[in-house]
């Protein structure tokens, strides 16, 4: 196993939630009745097509709203879905510990006119330069899995075992372990610490547990 130099994190489920759960609450509002998005014909699709380029942000909105009788029009969804976005400072808190001679790489999986009306709520610029931010709608890759951890070694220029994946999703997770990236889940910023800890990323105590306190 070569040495991390380069870690990259995917920008649902880590500074934002989920994507799935934040398409799960915009159109629930919009609908007035409970949505469950894995349900709709095509969202697996739609949501790579997304990701990766092939349908425009407005088209996803339609096809979406149209999916469960929703009346919004496609912006006022787009809307929905960015106004639902809470930021996690405490995982740019943790970020910002890793020392600058690793390369931090940022993995926008939203189209980038969506990500340009967030990124100063998320806080995310005092982790990533601009020049180390990838917006995959741009990739125009011709399918995520597994294409995508290939380009994340391509644009650090190192070697799939030289690169570390920080993710939510426990599939795409599993999906680059089997393709041969380094990959940690990601749960919540005190295990992200931990783990930094455990992997000599930063130099400081283990982070003790706290048991959680009811009022």
Known sequence: MGEIRAIFFWLSGVYTQPLLALLAQ???QGSGHPVNPLALPDYAAQVEGLITGKIAGPAFCQALGES???KDSPAALRDRILD???PNPGAIEVTRLLPDHLQRWLVVDLPRDWFERIVVQLGVEACFTPEQTI???ASRLPRLIPEVFYLL???AQLSMQEC???DASSRRAVQALNHGLSTELY???RRLERMFVMRKFIDRP???HKPATTI
């Open 26 to 28: 915009a159109l629930s």
């Open 68 to 70: 469960v009788g929703s």
């Open 84 to 86: 639902g976005i809470i």
């Open 135 to 137: 917006y995959l709608p």
């Open 153 to 155: 070694s391509f644009q």
């Open 164 to 166: 570390l994946l920080i």
């Open 187 to 189: 749960v919540d910023n």
């Open 206 to 208: 283990h982070p003790v």
